[in-house]
């Protein structure tokens, strides 16, 4: 789909799109940061392989979620952007996307030696090993994209760069053998993750521990990542389905755009602190801690503080 200046949305639609993407955006922002928040402050988070992995998507999540609002908000502002710096958070915004399938599958992975190889579980999967695993996220998809930008550098002149643009994926990085490398390179992506989530859910199935609360458990979280990955999969088909739709109704072109970035980018991020953080009972009781530190204080504890106070104010007037 072409943007140009002369199909902008109207003042008031404008107004009314971007406060509900900045409203949404942030409310969902705000919760993965209580979750982050509360992964740092216990030490029980940092030392589980489970929960860094976990608290990777939230973070992965954050960004994307960061990034959109600030690219739609300065379309609708400035409506062209700095090449340079367009490049530069489209990048880090697509990086994040890719990382997310590549996290469900070393999650996935995770929940299938903690039930199939519980006794070689805590020394396959170590914090060190992790933390290791999350870097090579990083690096895989980043060397999926790191390409088109040489690319790019070698074809365009140097006052392409400098130059102002709609903020678009397809503005810059137009060009037919970089679309069908990226095709490719999704589709590896997809069916490797893939193939990893239906291993690790048909060996917890079939293990011998599959009557097993833990393992039903594992199985369900799973499908789960299934689900989740699902829902990463309409980025890779969002362009085939914006430029259908906006083949059958030419007039909706930007509300078709709008939508879709909505129900593909936002929404999707509410499924980590729903279905993780709400879901794991240990996380969830020590993220009512956060949130109600001052309720939650024990009446046992709070005895002690008052008994100890009074003891204070009797010795402090015996002294006076």
Known sequence: MNVTAANRDPLDVAITKNVITVILSLTIIYINSTLVHTFRKHQVFTMNPRYILYIHLVINDIIMLALFVILQVLGYILFTLNVSLCIVLLMIAIISSLNNPLTLAAMAVECYLAICFPLHHPRICTVKKTYIVIALIWMLSSLTIVPDLFVV?????????????????????????????????????????????????????FTAQAASANAKKARNTVLLHGFQLMLCMLNYVSNLMIKGLTTLFPKDGLNILYIASVLIQILPRLISPTVYGLRDKLFREYLKRSLFHASNIHPEKRGNRQLKRSCLIKQFKTQG
């Open 153 to 205: 550098l070698a074809i365009k002149p140097t006052a392409f760069f400098n130059s102002w643009l709609f903020c678009m994926w397809a503005s810059i990085f137009a060009n037919p053998h970089l679309d069908k490398k990226r095709d490719v390179s999704n589709i590896l992506f997809l069916v490797s993750v893939w193939v990893v989530l239906f291993y690790t859910y048909f060996r917890i199935l």
